[in-house]
């Protein structure tokens, strides 16, 4: 599915002059800051909605001051006393790719926006920004977080949602730990709901380099209950009352299931360590989406759930952009073809250099022709991120390109690769 708006990945990393002690600047626990990112194709703009204290933190205590993919967005965390940079993540959002539709063009919308930081010792300032695809700022936001602040909710502590471990190596500070969700699945069918999440967690681990490096993984599977059996579709006027209310028709593509009801779903996984999030639709209409460092949805009864598990799951964890393309598309609005994309496996050659250039062979044709595409497993094939002109993949088929193909292409492995070792460091 065609993921929010180019995600990711110049893998130069900015790294500050000294590397950030996680213990001098944090605590083991996790603030989440909920944000409405609101606006029309025209204009736009960042609120703070609330935040939210969880009892642990998950996340990395390494590379605390850098960025392994670059994303729509950024968020830098500055201590507010010495204005050092002691924390940065960075994302894509559903709103974002919401304004290069044409109802961005005459309304306005807010949308939800949640993300996990870890909990300050003091006082800190926190900065968001937005990025167009020309990689300018089109909103920013600055506010300041007190950690004594009494109106941070302390959430997952009282309550936590039923949960059962798929795959554990060890706690939360040692692996990289993903939530499996449940969406649309009622109170009597969580057993199944608990199959279908064994089944993406082997889907998932079937493929390298996840398969290889299995023992940094941790995964959960959350049983949060819907009322409602299935999910929402629109264009058939059903419309159900699940966990995180999800629906197809996303921007009004009938294949397009997300949800933008985000707070619902850090909401059911409060007090569970997770950094990445899987949600599994209780549904058998082929769809679903993923979004880099915000979730990924797909549906789990379709005869392709575990490709297009797999490969959701490529975006919204490694931010690795969409391998096909449209015959007669060029989609400049979501890459321009005069700027290098910053995910990892595809390019438009302004800047080659900074992507799979130097594991080419010194023979390969460029572009490569698709009758060579047996001689050359890695080389610059023309049509990919939604073009069939001007931006180049490079294999000729891929987990990313289509869900028939079995594996990762060599690219997008080594990008893969690079992000679970920059979370779990060797």
Not at 36 to 49: E, M
Not at 160 to 168: A, F
Not at 385 to 405: E, L, Q, V, W
Request: proline letters at 6%; charged letters at 20%.
């Amino acid at each position: 599915m065609k993921q929010i708006c180019c995600i990711v990945l110049f893998f130069f990393i900015v790294v500050e002059v000294h590397a950030q002690n996680f213990a001098d600047y944090f605590q083991n626990k996790t603030l989440r800051v909920d944000y409405i990112f609101t606006g029309d194709s025209k204009q736009q703009a960042i609120y703070l909605d609330e935040l939210s204290q969880f009892p642990s933190w998950a996340g990395r205590q390494h590379h605390l001051s850098e960025l392994p993919l670059e994303g729509n967005g950024q968020i830098i965390v500055k201590d507010l006393a010495t204005k050092q940079c002691i924390y940065k993540t960075s994302f894509s959002s559903l709103f974002q790719e919401w304004l290069t539709t044409d109802e961005a063009k005459g309304t306005a919308k807010g949308f939800e926006n949640t993300f996990l930081l870890p909990f300050p010792k003091q006082p800190v300032e926190v900065e968001v920004a937005l990025y167009s695809p020309r990689r300018e700022v089109i909103a920013n936001y600055k506010h300041i977080v007190h950690p004594d602040d009494i109106l941070i909710h302390k959430r997952g502590v009282s309550h936590v949602t039923p949960h059962r471990y798929m795959l554990q190596n060890g706690n939360e500070k040692d692996c990289i730990d993903v939530a499996i969700l449940a969406e649309g699945y009622t109170e009597k069918e969580m057993d199944l709901f608990y199959q279908d999440a064994q089944i993406a967690c082997e889907s998932l681990f079937s493929h390298e380099p996840f398969r290889s490096m299995k023992d940094k993984f941790n995964i959960v599977a959350v049983a949060s209950p819907s009322t409602d059996s299935g999910v929402s579709v629109p264009r058939e006027n059903q419309w159900k009352q699940t966990a995180v209310h999800s629906h197809f028709d996303t921007f009004y593509s009938e294949r397009y299931l997300t949800t933008s009801r985000v707070k619902a779903i850090h909401n059911a996984l409060a007090g569970i360590p997770y950094e990445h999030i899987i949600i599994l639709a209780n549904t058998d209409v082929y769809g679903g989406g993923g979004i880099y460092n915000s979730y990924t949805l797909t549906t789990a009864h379709h005869p392709m759930f575990k490709p297009v598990v797999v490969h959701e799951f490529g975006h919204s964890f490694a931010g690795l952009a969409d391998e096909y393309f449209y015959e007669d598309d060029t989609m400049t609005d979501t890459y321009p073809l005069d700027i290098e994309p910053w995910e990892q496996n595809i390019s438009t050659r302004v800047d080659f250099t900074s992507k799979w250039e130097n594991i080419l062979p010194s023979d390969t044709p460029i572009p490569t022709p698709i009758a060579e595409k047996k001689k050359y497993p890695v080389g610059v094939y023309e049509g990919a991120g939604y073009s069939a002109k001007g931006i180049y993949r490079p294999a000729y088929d891929c987990r990313m390109k289509t869900n028939g193909y079995p594996e990762f292409c060599p690219v997008c492995q080594r990008a893969i690769r690079r992000v679970i070792e920059f979370y779990i460091p060797q």
